[in-house]
Nanobody, 121 residues
Framework: QVQLVESGGGLVQPGGSLRLSCAAI????????MGWYRQAPGKQRELVAV???????NYADSVKGRFTISRDNAKNTVYLQMNSLKPEDTAVYSC???????????????WGQGTQVTVSS
């Protein structure tokens, strides 16, 4: 079994920065894609950023140029650096990591517990 442990959320003023972290712990052989999603009150969950095993990235248009996703393979950890934060970035952010516990096998989706990011003056 795999557990994802998130950290780094909080309250920040508009224009500020935060860095989210998500560490995968447990039986891990291969990690495929790692990503961040968010859900604001009354809205559907949306993809914020994803980083594939080959290093490709994809960002929501609303965060391009402000957010950066990265990974530390040695620590099985994905990060989301968020700069120039806006009130509309306020949401619960959750990480998603695709893990194969052994090889060859299918990749299983795992989700973090979610961390609140609030951008307000």
């Amino acid at each position: 079994q795999v557990q994802l442990v998130e950290s780094g959320g909080g309250l920040v003023q508009p224009g500020g920065s935060l860095r989210l972290s998500c560490a995968a712990i447990g039986r891990i052989f291969v990690i495929n894609a790692m990503g961040w999603y968010r859900q604001a009150p009354g809205k559907q969950r949306e993809l914020v950023a994803v980083l594939t095993r080959d290093g490709s990235t994809n960002y929501a248009d609303s965060v391009k140029g402000r957010f950066t996703i990265s990974r530390d393979n040695a620590k099985n950890t994905v990060y989301l650096q968020m700069n120039s934060l806006k009130p509309e970035d306020t949401a619960v952010y959750s990480c998603n990591i695709q893990v194969a516990p052994f090889w060859p096998s299918d990749f299983n989706d795992y989700w973090g517990q979610g961390t609140q990011v609030t951008v307000s003056s």
